[in-house]
């Protein structure tokens, strides 16, 4: 199983940049999505994460500018990011509780993570 991400970048504070998370392998079902970020020299926070029925929650800091969504046909979730922020500067990963077709057990997947940078 693997979590391949995409869209990170540098952009002006005030812009907008989305990010795209494709999972792939022996994949039997997936329950949660979501995305984390880290910046330096703080530990990995949950930013936003959905449910496979499509429940959402969101950091604070974030709620009201960032949305998640998923698509369970294509095994992937994004993270639209509005009105961006210097503070949102991080590496983004994405995250998947994965259950495999061989194992049929519940496991956490992780991203290689995703560079967004927010200038002042």
């Known amino acids: 199983v693997q979590l391949v991400e995409s869209g990170g970048g540098l952009v002006q504070a005030g812009g907008s940049l989305r990010l795209s998370c494709a999972a792939s392998g022996s994949i039997f079902s997936i329950n949660t999505m979501g995305w984390y970020r880290q910046a330096p020299g703080n530990q990995r926070v949950l930013v936003a994460a959905?449910?496979?029925?499509?429940?959402?929650t969101y950091a604070a800091s974030v709620k009201g500018r960032f949305t998640i969504s998923r698509d369970n046909t294509k095994n992937t979730v994004s993270l639209q990011m509005n009105n961006l922020k210097p503070e949102d500067t991080a590496v983004y990963y994405c995250?998947?509780?994965?259950?495999?077709?061989?194992?049929?057990?519940?496991?956490?997947?992780w991203g290689q993570g995703t560079q967004v940078t927010v200038s002042s």
């Open positions: 995250n998947a509780q994965i259950r495999t077709a061989a194992t049929m057990t519940n496991w956490n997947y």
């Open positions: 959905i449910t496979n029925g499509g429940s959402t």
